[in-house]
């Protein structure tokens, strides 16, 4: 007789021999019998839909497609822990827990890192209410559909196991099982997938989750939150239906040393890739007293294998100058495909990071992509320096114009090109001043910008606005440069004519004086609000240090640049150029008067500039990051740290909905 009893019996079979063939390899049915009581729970639940159980181990193969994931804040912030590439580094790591120990000789815990997609389980009342992404390590996305597809997750766990639990592990694909992937991809006609990081990746974010189900994901757990001891609750783990990751060990600092060079060729053969190993201090109350930093925590670290990382031959060394005219030392590359993708050239840094790296030209070099965008070298393959090579050194001249090289400071690491005619300085100032952030002036994009500053008619950002003082020459010269037409020649000087009453504080920022960024613009603009720039350049010092946020270094600074160009504002006076000043306010009796606020996440309607905008016409000062001084945090989805910080020092946090109600005459926003 059907029933709904009957139909919680038939599922729990089917999960407990499930685990039994899949996890403990241990079946105690045939096939066919294992296939009549799946068969006799589909026929059920087809026959009686209104007991359907999300959690049945029938929804394996997926469900209609979603129009898009739900974001979903974890209860812990799931951070990313720092990576170490030595013993020596390690050592280091175990020296600063020590001392956050004193007295104490911890317990650690290792296990090998999986290179797959980090996944947070929640289960409420024994099953699987919730599978979330690790987004930005506080807001993830909902992909409990995708999740409940993989055979490694119990959807529900057994009699025993506690009611609320909290599980995280990592999301990946076999290598045989991507190979198969990309076989059926290539006869199909797609794209192969990159490697099985990567379609792991894009698997769980299919909206479609009967693709999830075909693509067969495994998981590995590698944390119970909140669990009292590491390695008793991943040994509980096992026997709850997750699987256990096949190489661990625990036990004192040397041991875990030990599992590191046993794992260096061992994990080869594990049928899914990883690239390390992660070190965690196994007690939870020890895990408590180290805490964390900004963002990672102190009581774990992850170690990655060399191996792992691709190598290459580093061909040269070239030197980019920026529009302050640091140096910075790039490698260039043979060719190598690293995280999916070739990479050619990679940052060196500095100089101080050239000297430590030790590299030199010819040798071989790890490269891997810092957070996955930037590709970076991180060593040097030993014994692969060429026995003639000499050691990579700072330019002794600037690189573009030969000019003198030096640092502004014995504490500057930076080497900088002192010439101020450099003109690769102007190519990335003259890019600045036509950027979003300053300027804004569209069509005046990194090809022109480099054809303008090689041609000679300019020697600062700002002469480009001579291109307006006899329109018809300065429309025919641009038509006359590559890749411009005369539509496009007539589009920049139209933007070049709307850019000259552009807001005082633009433009300001977009001069490029050194330390001088657009809050600080902005008050120095309500300050010296003109006309043009005069006001400002004739500012003294004492006048300067009036100014808020404005301290003995930019106050110097700004002189410097005013020294430097005596003549600018009469120059951009000649040139047409009247910047629009800001309305005078009395900020006193605004309604957010003394306040000090951050903007944080995505807002409904308001972008972040927007938004900071509306704040400050309001009376209150913005800052970029939450302090102790901060009094209001506006938060919209993907808040992140700010939101945590902020909630941890007590500070109220407000959505767009409240700033939207304030203003003169609005009540109901006050502040506690």
Known sequence: MDSPGRMKDLAEQVLEHRRRYFVLDQPVL??????????????????????????????????????????????????????????????????????????????????????????????????LAQAITRGDGETGEEVTENARTIADIPVRLPAGAPDAL??????????????????????????????PRNAAAGTMKQLD??????????????????????????????????????????GGFEAMLAFIEAQREARLLLPFDSDGVVFKVDDLALQERLGFTDRVPRWAIAFKYPGLQATTTLLDITWQVSRSGKLT????????????????????????????????????????????????????????????????????????CSGPVGKDSDEDVAWRCQNPECPAKLTA?????????????EGLGEALVEQLAAGGRISQPWDVFGLLMDPAQGLAYLAGLERMGEKSAQNVLAALAGARTGPLARWIHALGIPMVGQRTAELLAEAFPGPGLGPLWQAGEDRLLAVPEV????????????????????????????????????????????QVAVVTGTLPTLGREEAEALLKQLGAKVTGAV??????????????????KAEALGIPVRDEAWLLGQGPGKKGGALP
Request: charged share 25%; with cysteine.
């Open 429 to 441: 100032r003259l890019q600045h001043l036509a950027s979003r952030a300053a300027l804004d002036i």
């Open 209 to 250: 989750s009967r693709i999830t189900a075909e693509r067969r994901l495994s998981f590995l757990p590698w944390q119970v939150v909140g669990a009292p001891g590491h390695s008793q609750a991943m040994d509980q783990l096992a026997d709850w239906g997750f699987n256990r990751m096949p190489a661990h060990a625990a």
């Open 30 to 127: 045939s096939d066919s019998e294992y296939d009549a009581l799946e068969r006799e729970l589909r026929e059920l639940e087809a026959r009686h839909p209104e007991w359907a159980d999300p959690n049945s181990p029938t929804q394996r193969v997926g469900a209609a497609p979603l129009d898009a994931f739900r974001k979903a804040r974890h209860r812990t912030p799931m951070l990313s822990l720092d990576n170490t590439y030595s013993e020596a580094e390690l050592r280091e790591w175990e020296a600063r827990v020590q001392k956050g120990l004193p007295g104490l000789a911890p317990r650690f815990a290792a296990e090998l890192k999986v290179d797959g997609l980090s996944l947070s389980l929640l289960y409420e009342g024994g099953a």
């Open 329 to 400: 030392p790039v490698a260039e590359l043979e060719a190598v495909e690293v995280a999916g993708s070739t990479v050619r050239r990679a940052t060196l840094h500095n100089a101080d990071e050239l000297e430590r790296l030790g590299v030199r030209i010819g040798c071989r070099v790890f490269v891997e992509k810092g957070g996955e965008v930037i590709p970076k070298v991180v060593a040097v393959v030993p014994g692969s320096i060429p026995p003639d090579a000499p050691a990579a050194a700072v330019p002794g001249a600037c690189p573009v």
């Open 551 to 594: 301290g003995p270094k930019v106050a110097a600074a700004i002189r410097a640049f005013a020294q430097l160009h005596p003549d600018l504002p009469a120059r951009l006076e000649a040139l047409g150029v009247a910047p629009t000043a800001p309305e005078p306010v009395d900020r006193s009796r605004l309604c957010l008067a003394g």
């Open 166 to 195: 909290e599980v995280r592990g990592e999301v990946f694909l076999s290598r045989r099982r991507w190979e198969e992937l990309n076989r059926e991809r290539d006869l199909r006609g797609e794209q192969r997938f990159a490697n």
């Open 627 to 644: 302090s102790p001084k901060t009094t209001v945090l506006v938060a919209g989805e993907k808040a992140g740290s700010k939101l945590a």
